[in-house]
């Protein structure tokens, strides 16, 4: 399983439908509380017999959209957990944003996990 499918797998039951997306909303979805998260950087690990590692790390960006600024609140708490079950370590807290021309509120928090290459 691929670290993208586990992020998916981790947060899909936080929200109705499983919206939870790579990157951007696609233009189809009208969801108003969804989940994204990319790909923000990591840590490489280079060995000086350029012999390839087991293991890589990222560091993974998780955004939560809700209508209401206290529903973001509630369900990046919930993501945070989740992304726990998975052995994700937590970079820092949930940065508060919102997008007033299509009236969301979210949250932004980053998450470093290691995994099998």
């Known amino acids: 399983m691929t670290v993208e499918t586990q992020i998916y797998t981790a947060l899909k039951s936080l929200v109705t439908g499983g919206h939870v997306y790579a990157i951007n909303l696609p233009d189809t979805v009208t969801a108003r509380t969804y989940i994204t998260y990319q790909q923000v950087g990591g ?44 052995d994700a370590f937590v970079e820092g807290a949930p940065v508060s944003t919102d997008e007033p021309d299509i009236n969301l509120y979210g949250t932004r928090q980053d998450f470093s996990i290691w995994f099998d290459d």
């Open 43 to 86: 840590s490489a690990i280079n060995f000086l017999n350029s012999a390839k590692p087991s293991k890589k790390n990222a560091r993974f960006q998780i955004n939560v959209w809700a209508p209401t600024p206290q529903a973001a609140a509630v369900l990046s708490r919930l993501t945070e957990d989740a992304m726990r079950t998975i």
